[in-house]
C-alpha cells in the first residue's frame, strides 16, 4: 500500500476500501489497559479511518474525537455510523493542521491504530499527542511489526528499533501482542517534559 499523500487516502475511502477489522482481542486488551475512568471519558482517535475504533471506544464510555486527514474517510465514517452518539468526526491532518478543534483540556486515552508507520514525523507527532494527554492517561499504538510483515509491505510497519524508540521517552511502557500487532500502551510524564495540555 505505502500511500504518502492525502489524494491516495481519499481515493482509497472512495474505492470502499478499508483496513483490518478492529478484533475480539484488540477490543479486549483496550478493555484491559484502557479503560474509560469512572463516569466517562474524552478519547482522541488519530487516524480513525472509517471508525470502527472510534464506535467501540464510544460505546466503552469514552467522547470520542476521531480524526483523519482523508475526508472520504471522515464522510464514509459519518454514513456508517449516522445513528452512533458521542463521536465527534473531524477532518484533520495530525502533522500539519492547526489542532484547534482539539478537546482543549485534553485526553484520557490516544490512539493509533494501524497508522503511526504512515507519518513523516513521528517523534513531532508523539511530542504533541503526548502534550494533550490529561494526568493519568495513556497513549496507545496499535502497529503491524515488521518481522510479522511481508518485505514488499514494509512501509505499513515498524520494525524493533522503531518501536524502541517511540517506548523510551515515557515513565511506564507496556507492550503486548495482539494478532501479530504490537500493542503499545505509553504512560507517564509526556515526552520531553511537556505540559499535560496546551
Known sequence: MGYVVQGEWDQH????KGFRPLGDVERAVLAEHAPAPKGG??????G???????????????????????????????SEHVDVKGVRWLRLDIERDDPE?????GYDLITLRLVLPFLRDRARVMH?????LRPGGALVIITPTAEHTPEDRRDIALDEEEIRLLRADWKETERLTVDELA?????GPCPNGTSAVR
Not at 471519558?41 to 488519530?46: I, K, N, Q, S, Y
Not at 478543534?101 to 483540556?105: F, I, N
Not at 504533541?128 to 494533550?132: A, D, N, Y
Open 41 to 46: 471519558g474524552r478519547a482522541l482517535d488519530v
Open 101 to 105: 478543534e482539539l478537546h482543549s483540556t
Open 183 to 187: 500493542v503499545l500502551v505509553l504512560r
Open 13 to 16: 475511502y472512495t474505492d470502499g
Open 48 to 78: 480513525c479511518g472509517v471508525g470502527d475504533l472510534a464506535v467501540h471506544l464510544g460505546g466503552q464510555g469514552y467522547a470520542v474525537d476521531a480524526v483523519d486527514f482523508a475526508a472520504s474517510a471522515i464522510a464514509r465514517a459519518e
Open 128 to 132: 504533541g499527542l503526548g502534550g494533550r
